[in-house]
């Protein structure tokens, strides 16, 4: 999609960061889009929620089937889920994902209030606020699993391949995001096929490095927490788990 408003001297990487558009990627399957009534009563959750990772694994792969089959439940947005929140929160997953506005990790996994823990930076980014705030998650709330959730068409991902092309140097802070994604440019592909695969390295890294932090990787070891990466298509609005 071409940019309308953008002055013809804007930096092309700049400018991707900035707009990302839907490029580059093919749709992985997914099935038929089929539409409901956009007023369906929403749902409560039942009373069980996740306690162990393969159980959150489950409930989000559930609740991401709603979404991209317009099946869309919105739980826990009740007034007495509301009230119980004012005593406490229980979140059963902390995602990992990027600031696209596309990718909501609420929305495209279908929970509500107090069900996830969201940390969002362009690219995964980390960072010491972000490695604290996952490890808050996990070691003073007990959540079993961390998911870091790339995707389809990242503007990050792309501005950091176009900026180790071109030798530009982004504007303030944009470069500190580039320095970060750019160990994990998949230098194999070119064009559109290397920020496709871009964004899959740069999701698998991160899993790796927070995997590797000593007190995740302890919880990792005694089997009370899984560390996974995941990817969402924007064409099929369909996450897929990334190894």
């Not at 947005?77 to 506005?101: K, N, Y």
């Not at 068409?153 to 092309?165: P, Q």
């Not at 750019?182 to 096929?193: L, V, Y």
């Not at 995997?211 to 995740?216: K, S």
């Amino acid at each position: 999609m071409p940019d309308t408003d953008a002055s013809p001297h804007t930096a092309p990487a700049r400018r991707t960061l900035l707009r990302g558009g839907i490029v580059g990627a093919a749709a992985l399957g997914g099935t038929p889009l089929a539409a409901v009534p956009a007023s369906a009563t929403p749902a409560p959750r039942t009373p069980a929620r996740p306690t162990t990772a393969a159980e959150a694994l489950r409930e989000l792969a559930t609740g991401n089937r709603r979404w991209r089959t317009f099946r869309e439940r919105h739980p826990d947005e009740t007034p007495a889920v509301r009230r119980s929140l004012t005593q406490g929160q229980h979140p059963f997953a902390v995602v990992l994902g990027c600031i696209d506005s596309r990718v909501p990790p609420e929305l495209v996994f279908d929970q509500g209030l107090g069900d996830l823990m969201t940390v969002r930076t362009a690219g995964e980014v980390l960072d010491e606020a972000v490695l604290g705030s996952v490890a808050y998650g996990v070691l003073e709330l007990g959540i079993p699993l961390v998911v870091v959730l790339g995707h389809q068409s990242c503007g990050a991902v792309r501005a950091a391949v176009e900026a180790d092309l071109s030798g530009e140097r982004l504007p303030a802070h944009i470069q500190y995001l580039a320095d970060r994604i750019r160990p994990f440019i998949d230098r194999t592909k070119e064009g559109d096929a290397r920020v496709d695969a871009t964004v899959d390295a740069n999701v698998l890294a991160v899993r790796s490095l927070l995997a590797a932090e000593p007190d995740l990787a302890a919880k990792i070891t005694s089997g009370e927490l899984a560390v996974v990466g995941a990817r969402y298509e924007l064409t099929t609005q369909a996450v897929h788990r990334l190894d």
